[in-house]
């Protein structure tokens, strides 16, 4: 007895002296910003390692359209995958990703559809393989001064609005139309006309256009046209296409945007990617766009993480639901031909178990961790993430306050709730037709490129364009592959 005392005395000293080694390992490969990841390692990571006595090493990687060919390079060596939702389909169609149901018991299965936030996006002929991460939508950023400035303006510019939408679509203004007080309520046409107000009244003693998109050639933009189709009443097989009056509709509103000077045409002639939006916003450039929530986190800055914010003052900064499409052309009596919606594309990250994992069951206890209820609150305060468990979302103001924090998420997930099941198209040659819709918005809008005349935006040239070059070179990009998530 003595003897085993002293044994365990002295094995008690030589793990505090030099450390125990841990019964287990696991590596988890991700994709985030500096300080997220910095987070994630030493505090979601390092808190599961001190629980579980786990060695967990964590890799990164740069190009989600390179996953495959890592996962192939470093099998038998990954266990849990952070996944963009636009390569969950094609990391499940190539083998990548192991079935939850090989790694966890029908209970558990069960309790993680209780328990998380549209898992029916995670799942592939009714098999589910993902945990959700985060979802991301876009939302409308707007400065609520601005907003209120062209609302006091609206009277006076009405009949010049009106005639500008004369030459475009032979009527103006729909008849009974009256700028909504309530952004969240805004169709295209309130979108018009408060841009025509900003375009055309000087602030800081100059004229200039306050909204904009995206406009650098990358996803981000062609993501913000094919939003448009689907608000427009397309649907994955027009998407894919490029084929029919969503698309073409799609098209000629951000013509229309472009030739009347809504848009800030220094995002195209300049490239602006998301980040250049937010210096926009800084420099009073912009006083509206569509921004994930996680731009909202950076545009409204919260003192810590390196978000410091954009916004001039904090508190002007607006936030509301999509606004609706509706028809450019109305009919005789001055109505919309058609009403769209206000839903857009849901996107985000998975958390996915490699089907080489050492370890599945361990990967899996590892997902649970950082998706825990703990985990979600302090992660989605600081980073801007749209909590993805139930719980959470049934009390954001007990979660974040009353605050601002609460109304980007409040209104985030709306847009979710707006969205249902749209998600971009899951076929394996989506780069590529997203690549075709760079080309045409590029030629089209940045190019002008609307009308035989050079004059106005013309419907029928847009629809002829697209008929005639980009809906030939989709079918040759599909004529490789199937549609096979079509929403």
């Given amino acids: ?24 390992s696991l590596t988890v490969l991700i994709k985030m910003i500096a300080d997220q990841e910095s987070f994630f390692k030493h505090e979601t990571v390092a808190s599961f390692a001190a629980k579980n006595h786990t060695k967990v ?3 990164t990687y740069t190009d989600p359209d390179s996953l495959e060919l890592f996962l192939d390079s470093h099998a038998h060596q990954v266990g849990l995958i952070k996944v963009p939702f636009s390569k969950a389909s094609a990391l499940v169609a190539h083998g990548n990703i192991l079935p939850l149901a090989k790694v966890i018991t029908p209970a558990e299965l069960d309790q993680i559809g209780k328990k998380y936030l549209l898992t029916s996006l995670g799942t592939y002929n009714d098999t589910l393989y993902y945990i959700p991460r985060k979802f991301e939508t876009r939302i409308m950023v707007y400065s609520k001064k601005a907003a209120l400035d062209a609302r006091s303006r609206f009277k006076f510019f009405k009949d010049s609005i009106g005639t500008s939408l004369k030459g475009i679509n032979g009527y103006g203004l729909p008849a009974t139309y009256q700028l909504e007080d309530n952004p969240a309520l805004w169709d295209y046409y309130d979108l018009y006309t408060v841009g025509y107000i900003w375009a055309h009244t000087p602030y800081s003693g ?12 990358y996803s981000g933009t062609s993501l913000g046209v094919i939003d448009r189709v689907f608000q427009c009443g397309g649907d994955s097989t027009a998407v894919l296409s490029m084929q029919g009056d969503a698309v073409v509709d799609a098209f000629y509103w951000d013509a229309v945007f472009a030739a009347q000077g809504i848009y800030n045409p220094r995002m195209w002639t300049e490239g602006w990617s998301g980040t250049d939006i937010w210096k926009a916003f800084k420099t009073g450039d912009v006083f509206l766009s569509f921004m994930t929530q996680l731009d909202c986190f950076f545009l409204h800055g919260t003192g810590r993480d390196g978000l410091m914010g954009y916004f001039p003052d904090a508190e002007d900064m607006g936030v509301a639901i999509m606004p609706r499409a509706c028809s450019v052309i109305l009919d005789n009596n001055g109505t919309n031909t058609f009403e769209g919606r206000r839903s857009i594309t849901t ?14 069951k361990h990967a899996y206890a590892m997902a649970m961790h950082i998706t825990s209820a703990q985990n979600q609150i302090e992660e989605s305060g600081r980073f801007g993430m749209i909590p993805v468990r139930k719980e959470i979302l049934s009390d954001m103001a007990m979660m974040f306050g009353g605050g601002w924090i609460k109304d ?24 590529a037709i997203g690549a075709l819709y760079l080309d045409a918005w590029f030629e089209i809008v940045a190019g002008k490129n609307w009308s035989h005349t050079g004059g106005l935006p013309s419907r029928e040239t847009i629809a002829n364009r697209l008929s005639d070059d980009y809906v030939p070179r989709a079918a040759k990009i599909l004529g490789k592959g199937k ?3 079509a929403q």
């Avoid at 003595?2 to 008690?12: D, E, H, R, Y």
């Avoid at 980007?408 to 780069?431: A, C, G, T």
């Fill in 1 to 24: 007895m003595i003897q085993s005392a002293q044994m365990l005395i002295v094995l008690f000293f030589v793990c505090l002296g030099v450390g125990c080694a841990p019964r287990s």
């Fill in 57 to 59: 090493t964590v890799l």
């Fill in 206 to 217: 100059l004229l200039s256009p306050k909204i904009a998109n995206r406009g650098k050639r």
């Fill in 347 to 360: 996107g985000g990250w998975w958390w996915g178990i490699s089907a080489t994992a050492p370890d599945p």
């Fill in 408 to 431: 980007v998420y409040d209104v985030s997930f709306r847009q979710l709730m707006e969205n249902k099941d749209v998600v971009i198209p899951m076929n394996e040659h989506f780069d």
């Fill in 483 to 485: 549609i096979s998530h």
